[in-house]
């Protein structure tokens, strides 16, 4: 399928980067807003902000081995929410709100937005969900079903241009399979390590099922074998199996983890055909 480029049209409404701004999409209804928490009440000053929407409120955790907080709600007045937020939720620092320009967002629109973006969220699991309950999806026409489907994927590109990447996964799966083989890395080593992964633009993935070595050699870095021990504690590999995708910051650390004992990723991932990633990566 033919991709197509996308103008993205940003507004710091006070002149600062890490201040509020404005977004919009080309050929699109809806809009964005990035808020920083302490700039929620001075946007009293945007009507559109009383419009119907949802919203993602993000936040850091202290413990860096947990992912980062989210929060995926919806309004019929989204400021008065957010405001509300502030007294009842400390965990954020930063919102966006999406709404439609010309209005047309219903109460039945907004909760169907909401459950979608909680699924997907979910599913991609790049962010711990604090919402206390799943949100119930509304049953709307197929017509305004496929509106909202659009209007999802155009909330999807722009959360992800602001650089929160919690509806993006953490591999993509490619329809062609020459495309999929080039980009499937493995090893096979010492020690029953057997292992599969994917280099993204993240770092790099090691897939679900991967094996990582039953052992560790005595000269295994400190800060791999208390990544590898944290690991196997939050239940992502058990019984030195992967339970579920994971990111690693690059080649190495996964080589690393899946190996037992230091490793420079660029070499120890190859295809199929036995093409180091350094080659792949260099067109070598």
């Not at 499937?184 to 991967?210: L, P």
């Not at 690393?256 to 080659?279: F, Q």
């Amino acid at each position: 399928m033919k991709t197509f480029g996308k103008t993205i049209k940003i507004y710091l409404i006070d002149g600062d980067p890490n201040g509020r701004m404005s977004c919009e999409l080309s050929n699109w209804s809806g809009k964005a807003y990035k808020l920083p928490r302490k700039l929620i009440k001075e946007s009293a000053n945007r009507p559109d902000l009383d419009n119907t929407g949802v919203y993602i409120l993000f936040g850091r955790t202290d413990n860096i081995e947990e992912k980062d907080l989210a929060y995926i709600g919806e309004a019929e007045g989204i400021r008065n929410r957010l405001e509300d937020h502030l007294a009842k939720k400390d965990f954020w620092n930063e919102a966006i709100t999406f709404i439609s320009k010309d209005n047309n967002l219903n109460k039945a629109h907004v909760k169907y937005l909401e459950s979608r973006l909680y699924e997907i969220a979910k599913d991609t699991d790049r962010y711990n969900l604090i919402n206390s309950n799943s949100p119930t999806k509304s049953s709307i026409s197929e017509s305004d079903q496929s509106e909202m489907e659009e209007f999802i994927e155009n909330i999807k590109l722009l959360v992800n241009s602001l650089g929160f990447k919690i509806f993006e996964p953490l591999r993509k799966i490619s329809i062609n399979k020459e495309e999929e083989e080039k980009n499937t890395f493995y090893i096979k080593a010492a020690r029953g390590a057997n292992a599969t992964g994917q280099s993204t633009s993240d770092g790099f993935v090691v897939f679900k099922d991967s094996i990582i070595a039953d052992s560790i050699t005595n000269s295994f870095p400190q800060n791999w074998e208390k990544l590898r021990n944290s690991l196997i504690k939050n239940k992502i590999i058990e019984q030195n199996v992967f339970t579920k995708d994971y990111l690693f910051s690059s080649p190495s650390s996964a080589a690393a983890i899946v190996m037992g004992r230091n490793a420079n990723g660029l070499t120890e991932w190859k295809t199929e055909d036995g093409r180091i990633l350094k080659s792949i990566e260099s067109n070598n």
